[in-house]
């Protein structure tokens, strides 16, 4: 009994999943609320706000179901898991729609509901990553780095097919990420780089839009490249916000004059509705979502693979809001990547959802093992004294 | 086995990396919201601000009898002002145009219409025709209503003769330029207003922007001294 009491008390708070979801849920909400000050002042805001609080209910329903499967059941499916997302991503490219230039998205049955299966994809991929480590000790470095390579080379083929350049980015760099903590070496990670940057360069000389978004980049000023006047309105959109916010208390600017505000500009429409301010806690809200899975993947008694999967999961979207805010900041040429949870988009929300579920049940799987040892060394000793 | 130490020494790495980064994006949101924010305000507001010149309402001009022989009358008519750029759009507007019954134009000919724009694809929308075409307008801001005034007289040769003729200025006022309307145009024209509103990017307004910056005067109406049967009368003697 005392033992049962101990292990109940171990249970830290954020390894409860009904409190990890109402946390989520309570962002959802808030990005429910920027959708709608974001189209406030045309269209019909509660038709996006209608259909992303769906998508959050079954987010919440879908973090809940995966924190509670065992860990080891997701390690044991992570390479039919792969090769579905594989064929999913060429499905698409098939059979796929096209949006904004863009061939990614299925349209399902359902009145006007498109799933995009790169986002699903993303969990599937990290898994495979994660997995192939578990394997390392009876493969040479390089076997390892080649096979993680080659997953690597068929995702981001894959995606830059419909093309999506930014989710390309966002796996090459997740499989960076987590080719080098899992210990790889530094000249295999140039060496990758090195021919990543190759293909990059290769994709923008061959494709005018991206050109153009470069161009537009490194001359905002230019009424020539439409890209650089959707900088410019970056700009005049976070501008409007100062501090504290636009006067009105909604994103009027956004509306009139930024493309996309509930999705790929939704940072910019963040600062104008909530100013200097609400921009900073969005920026720190996904610093120390970073540092909370580092912490989490820190833990001693988890496996390395739960490790790995904890850490490059809160890697994959923080970087992803990071490149997001960049965009809208202009930092970086503008790229179509949203921002995790408070963006408009169905399939977007559930897969970070069903993300955040997965990694609570890593970060449970081996502690409940770690329990078990501490439960039968107590016990031994117990018979000992 | 993962090097427990090399781990934990390499996420240190990437959380300091990622620490940076949000810094630079910290910066970044800062000087656009404080540092360049007076200079980027002005310059938004020379794109998004318009003023103009509010018309006023030209007054009537009656009988001694008080029937009405000129008034103003006021329609909506529905303009597709410019063509989207990107091609599937372009070909969905045109069809959702086609399917609403906008016949006349030449849907095929997308250049010989880029020519004609701002198009005009219907006149005199009805009062029950609002909220489809607002709810079209939703969908493809391409598409605007605009105002348009138009001076009518009564259906009478002798009448139209002695009211005269009116011809619109630059700012959409009406200017007598015959008969009575030139005699009492003082009178009859009452005095402009200014307004500012705040456009979008296809040039619509954006609702609850506009300011009256100087409200218009309505111009006063005019009796004439003689009834209608007078009037008619005195010409047809005069004949």
Redesign the interface.
Known sequence: MKLLKQNLLKKKFFSFPAAGAAGLVILGLWGCLLIYSSKA????PMHFVDRQLVWLVMGAAGFIAASMVPFEIYQRVRVPFFILSVIMLLCVLLFGV?I?GMKGWFRLPVQNVYFQPSELAKMAFILYLCGI?NEG?KQSEFARFAHMALASCIMCALLLLEPDLGTCVLFFGVFL?IY????GWIRYILLSAGLFLAAFFTFILANPYAMDRIRGFLDPGSSVW?SSWHIRQF??T??????AGSETGGA??A???LPLPHSDSLFATI?ESS??IG??IV??G??CL??AF?AM??RRHLS?CA??FI?STG?LY??QA?LH??VN???IPPTGLTLPILSYGGSSLLTTMLAFGMVFSASRSSDDEGDLQEEETESFSGEHR | ???EK???F???C??IA??L??L???A???Y???M??DS??E??SRI?WRQGVLPPVRGRILSRDGVVLAWTEMYHDLYLTSLP??L?RREKLLQRLKEEGFSGIEMSDQESLMKHLPYCLKREVAPDEFPAIRKLM?AY?ELSLQVRFERKVLDSTEIQSLIGACSVDSDGIFVGISGIESEMNSVLAGESGLYQV????YGNW????LKILMPAEEGLDVTLGKSLSELTERDEKTE
Not at chain 1, 238 to 243: D, K
Request: hydrophobic letters at 50%.
């Open positions: 002042f045309g269209g019909s096209e904004g480590k000790e990420t080098w903590v899992s210990g439409r700009q005049y976070m501008a409007h916000g100062g501090v009027m600017w509306n009139a004059y600062v100013g200097l921009g900073m920026i720190a996904f610093a970073l540092l580092g993947a820190l390395d490790k790995l850490f890697c923080s970087v990071l805010i960049s900041t202009a930092l | 086995m993962l090097d090399r781990f934990r390499r996420t240190k990437i959380w990622g620490i980064w949000a630079a994006a910290a970044s949101v800062f656009y919201t404080v360049a924010r980027l305000v310059e938004s998004a750029g990107g599937k939703t801001p705040m456009v979008d990017r954006l609702e609850g922007t």
